[in-house]
């Protein structure tokens, strides 16, 4: 079945660094890609769509500029988080659409740990 | 806006016992329903899905029926596992594409032996 692969699944980060995190569809093409953040024992929040060749579309209250979601192709998806800081922590999922109408395929998400 | 309800956990039950676990939501239109699960440390995998009023979706003994009269979505299995521990989400799509889904905050459900 179609799977999304979501790289690194933890990653532990000092204050002030950026930290890419990589979502790729790896047997289908993805036209639109979706990042999600959950904080513990919370739901899923959506942070931004991105679709491949354009910029991502954030949801109200997220920073674009902190993160930085780049989708070059129909099988990868980039999110940067860009100067992170502590409050920065969580666990990052991404999410991938076919171009079939299926439902959405999710990575195994990022466990985000900032010092 | 759209929106998802859920019973709030932890839910504790023995192994065998049968599980209810309460959805509704609020949407605009005619919304797909969806259930996700995510088992500790994983990302989420679709459990079941109903696309219109009355369809019942159904997956590894778990089911859940379309009620738009009701605007719910329950959860229901007969015969909980050990291995259906984990943190369960009702969730909408307010498009037949399935974008953009909204979740509801979750249930984590403990089976014990």
């Known amino acids: 079945g179609a799977v999304v692969s979501q790289h690194p699944s933890r990653v532990i980060c000092k204050s002030g660094t950026s930290v890419k995190i990589e979502c790729r569809s790896l047997d289908f093409q993805a036209t639109t890609m979706f990042w999600y953040r959950q904080f513990p024992k919370q739901s899923l929040m959506l942070m931004a769509t991105s679709n491949e060749g354009s910029k991502a579309t954030y949801e109200q209250g997220v920073e674009k500029d902190k993160f930085l979601i780049n989708h070059a192709s129909l099988t990868l998806s980039t999110l940067t988080v860009t100067s992170a800081h502590p409050e920065d922590s969580s666990f990052y999922i991404c999410?991938?659409?076919?171009?079939?109408?299926?439902?959405?395929?999710f990575g195994n998400g990022t466990r985000l740990t900032v010092t | 806006g759209n929106s998802v309800t859920q019973m709030e956990g932890p839910v504790t039950l023995s192994e065998e016992a049968f599980l209810t676990i309460n959805c509704t939501y609020t949407?605009?239109?005619?919304?797909?329903l969806f259930w996700y699960v995510q088992y500790p440390g994983e990302g989420l995998q679709l459990l079941l899905k109903?696309?219109?009023?009355?369809d019942k979706g159904s997956n590894k003994g778990f089911e859940a029926t379309y009620r738009k009269e009701t605007t719910s979505f329950h959860l229901e299995k007969g015969s909980v596992q050990v291995s259906d521990s984990a943190v369960y989400f009702c969730?909408?799509?307010?498009?037949?594409?399935?974008?953009?889904?909204?979740f509801g905050p979750g249930t984590s459900l403990s089976v014990i032996p």
């Open positions: 999410s991938a659409s076919r171009a079939d109408n299926s439902p959405l395929h």
């Open positions: 949407a605009t239109g005619y919304p797909s």
């Open positions: 969730a909408l799509s307010d498009r037949a594409s399935y974008d953009k889904v909204i």
């Open positions: 109903a696309t219109k009023a009355d």
